[in-house]
């Protein structure tokens, strides 16, 4: 994780670099000026300490604190200016979004000030948090799941489901990185993904730096609507993976891609088949069975991801 680590000042590489040892997995670090800095992973908080060591969440009370690393506005200063490389400019239309992506792709989410036109936010000044999020690639955590989404010829129309933070966009990512190579029971497809948030893909400066296979093409940092429609028109694409469906608008462009003969392979935020029922325009798909597969993710007690998978009657398979 040296891209991370390269991005603090130079006295808090180290305490930056703990973050990442003793069998620890980060998948977050929160920076708040004022506060002190907090690494999470697992389910599990960690702090810096002045002492050049993590402190674990329970050993600690607040009442007693005065040992941990409180993040100055300095060290805001200094990191940004790194994350930039120097060019906070260069940055302004990604941060409008709310984050952007560093070398390794890893995401910075932003809060701070923001400045609105018409109700719009056109810009993110003062930056107070910055969180990031680490990206970590997990090859072959879709390995199980892939045969049930394939069929002679191609794949199923599918949507991975999941509530936040259970895996489903890592599970896309996988999906997208076994059907561009290819399995042994299905060639290897053209892939057109729409990365709106850059979260699959994490593109840096319109490179992916996650590993989607040699068929994917991708469109960095694009409304998923116009993404989709898009593709269709210029990449040709046998399948279209988009993340994190739910807007009108992005499901009548799915309609539209589906009368194209292409796939879709999508994510939508649902934490039970039930609430899935209940989205508004769900219901038209599941009257019509435009999709063909849902995949329910789920934790289990070791943190370890599950599926189960129903058909397009919403009759489990598995």
Same mark, same amino acid.
């Given at each position: 994780? !040296? !891209?991370?680590?390269?991005?603090?000042?130079?006295? %808090?590489?180290?305490?930056?670099?703990? +973050?990442?040892? @003793?069998?620890?997995?980060?998948?977050? /670090?929160?920076?708040?000026?004022?506060?002190?800095?907090?690494?999470?992973?697992?389910?599990?908080?960690?702090?810096?300490?002045?002492?050049? *060591?993590?402190?674990? @969440?329970?050993?600690?009370?607040?009442?007693? +604190?005065?040992?941990?690393?409180?993040?100055?506005?300095?060290?805001?200063?200094?990191?940004?200016?790194? =994350? +930039?490389?120097?060019?906070?400019?260069?940055?302004?239309?990604?941060?409008?979004?709310?984050?952007?992506?560093?070398?390794?792709?890893?995401? /910075?989410?932003?809060?701070?000030?923001? &400045?609105?036109?018409?109700?719009?936010?056109?810009?993110?000044?003062?930056? +107070?948090?910055?969180?990031?999020?680490?990206?970590?690639?997990?090859?072959?955590?879709?390995?199980?799941?892939?045969?049930?989404?394939?069929?002679?010829?191609?794949?199923?129309?599918?949507?991975?489901?999941?509530?936040?933070?259970?895996?489903?966009?890592?599970?896309?990512?996988? *999906?997208?990185?076994?059907?561009?190579?290819?399995?042994?029971? %299905?060639?290897?497809?053209?892939?057109?993904?729409?990365?709106?948030?850059?979260?699959?893909?994490?593109?840096?400066?319109?490179?992916?730096?996650?590993?989607?296979?040699?068929?994917?093409? &991708?469109?960095?940092? *694009?409304?998923? #609507?116009?993404?989709?429609?898009?593709?269709?028109?210029? =990449?040709?694409?046998?399948?279209? #993976?988009?993340?994190?469906?739910?807007?009108?608008?992005?499901?009548? #462009?799915?309609?539209?891609?589906?009368?194209?003969?292409?796939?879709?392979?999508?994510?939508?935020?649902?934490?039970?088949?039930? @609430?899935?029922?209940?989205?508004?325009?769900?219901?038209?798909?599941?009257?019509?069975?435009?999709?063909?597969?849902? &995949?329910?993710?789920?934790?289990?007690?070791?943190?370890?991801?599950?599926?189960? &998978?129903?058909?397009?009657?919403?009759?489990?398979?598995?």
């Amino acid at each position: 994780m !040296e !891209e991370i680590i390269r991005v603090f000042p130079g006295a %808090l590489r180290e305490l930056c670099r703990k +973050s990442f040892e @003793e069998n620890r997995e980060p998948e977050e /670090i929160r920076l708040r000026a004022g506060q002190p800095v907090m690494v999470s992973g697992r389910g599990t908080e960690w702090f810096w300490s002045r002492e050049g *060591c993590l402190v674990r @969440e329970e050993r600690f009370h607040w009442a007693n +604190s005065s040992n941990l690393y409180f993040w100055t506005e300095q060290d805001m200063k200094e990191t940004l200016a790194r =994350m +930039s490389q120097y060019s906070m400019y260069a940055l302004e239309e990604e941060i409008r979004n709310g984050f952007f992506t560093i070398q390794g792709g890893h995401r /910075i989410g932003v809060a701070g000030k923001t &400045v609105c036109e018409q109700g719009k936010i056109t810009a993110i000044r003062n930056i +107070s948090s910055l969180n990031i999020r680490v990206a970590r690639q997990k090859k072959d955590c879709a390995k199980e799941l892939l045969p049930w989404l394939c069929r002679t010829g191609g794949i199923y129309n599918t949507l991975l489901l999941s509530p936040p933070g259970v895996g489903k966009t890592t599970m896309l990512r996988d *999906c997208i990185r076994l059907l561009s190579e290819g399995t042994k029971v %299905l060639p290897g497809e053209k892939i057109g993904l729409v990365d709106e948030r850059g979260e699959v893909a994490a593109s840096f400066f319109g490179i992916p730096q996650n590993d989607l296979g040699c068929r994917t093409d &991708v469109l960095d940092a *694009c409304p998923k #609507a116009e993404g989709m429609r898009l593709l269709i028109r210029s =990449m040709s694409p046998q399948i279209i #993976a988009v993340d994190e469906l739910g807007k009108k608008e992005d499901c009548l #462009a799915v309609e539209e891609v589906l009368h194209c003969g292409c796939r879709i392979l999508g994510t939508m935020h649902a934490g039970s088949i039930q @609430e899935l029922q209940e989205k508004m325009y769900l219901k038209r798909w599941l009257k019509r069975e435009y999709f063909e597969r849902f &995949v329910l993710l789920s934790l289990g007690e070791k943190g370890e991801r599950r599926f189960s &998978v129903y058909d397009g009657k919403l009759q489990k398979l598995c």
